[in-house]
T-cell receptor
Framework: LAKTTQPISMDSYEGQEVNITCSHN???????ITWYQQFPSQGPRFIIQ???TKVTNEVASLFIPADRKSSTLSLPRVSLSDTAVYYC???????????????FGKGTHLIIQP | KAGVTQTPRYLIKTRGQQVTLSCSPI?????VSWYQQTPGQGLQFLFE???????NKGNFPGRFSGRQFSNSRSEMNVSTLELGDSALYLC??????????????FGPGTRLTVT
């Protein structure tokens, strides 16, 4: 059973702000929400992580509503090099919670056009 | 600081054979996670090891196994290979358990082709 749901693909243009939403209805109390970026033939790269409210770093912002059942990754002023697959990850805190473990979503293929 | 390394980078095996993949985490990292990536299924979690103990396991058959050594290096083994095991196998390391606010650092992966 998938723990996260994201759009399969999104298109945008250079200079625009892009928001990718991830749904995680069954998020557990001790789960963190993490987003990764992956380019072809490379391993994923950490973008941002949060538990609640809003987190911002030099590359992105992460918005998490109070119920934590979804989260939105915001990429400001995207460029062509932001074309990649973006994964939303919800961790179960290593509680020994059985088969689910750490689950990546299917990922969102973001395509940035000139 | 050296990143996560995986060996070998590419591997071709025949159905029925077994394979062992190796992962060296970033120095000081105690958690190693393994993932399988295929075009159809995306990125799927295999298992996570922390301090030589398996802490989490994904929904894969028992043919997939792993272990972690005292220096945090990890190996994963796939026995009785099937065509469907062809995939990119990624290893990731983190300071602590990956699901508890610790960032994972991924290696370049091992591309396994089963013929």
């Amino acid at each position: 059973l998938a723990k996260t749901t994201q759009p399969i693909s999104m298109d945008s243009y250079e200079g625009q702000e892009v928001n990718i939403t991830c749904s995680h209805n069954n998020i557990a109390t001790n789960d963190y929400i993490t987003w990764y970026q992956q380019f072809p033939s490379q391993g994923p790269r950490f973008i941002i992580q949060g538990y609640k409210t809003k987190v911002t770093n030099e590359v992105a912002s992460l918005f998490i509503p109070a119920d934590r059942k979804s989260s939105t990754l915001s990429l400001p002023r995207v460029s062509l090099s932001d074309t990649a697959v973006y994964y939303c990850l919800v961790g179960d805190g290593g509680s020994g919670g059985g088969a689910d473990g750490l689950t990546f979503g299917k990922g969102t293929h973001l395509i940035i056009q000139p | 600081k050296a990143g996560v390394t995986q060996t070998p980078r590419y591997l071709i095996k025949t159905r029925g054979q077994q394979v062992t993949l190796s992962c060296s985490p970033i120095s000081g990292h105690r958690s190693v996670s393994w993932y399988q990536q295929t075009p159809g299924q995306g990125l799927q979690f295999l298992f996570e090891y922390f301090s030589e103990t398996q802490r989490n396991k994904g929904n894969f058959p028992g043919r997939f196994s792993g272990r972690q050594f005292s220096n945090s290096r990890s190996e994963m083994n796939v026995s009785t290979l099937e065509l469907g095991d062809s995939a990119l196998y990624l290893c990731a390391s983190s300071l602590g358990l990956a699901g508890v606010s610790y960032e994972q650092y991924f290696g370049p992966g091992t591309r396994l082709t089963v013929t």
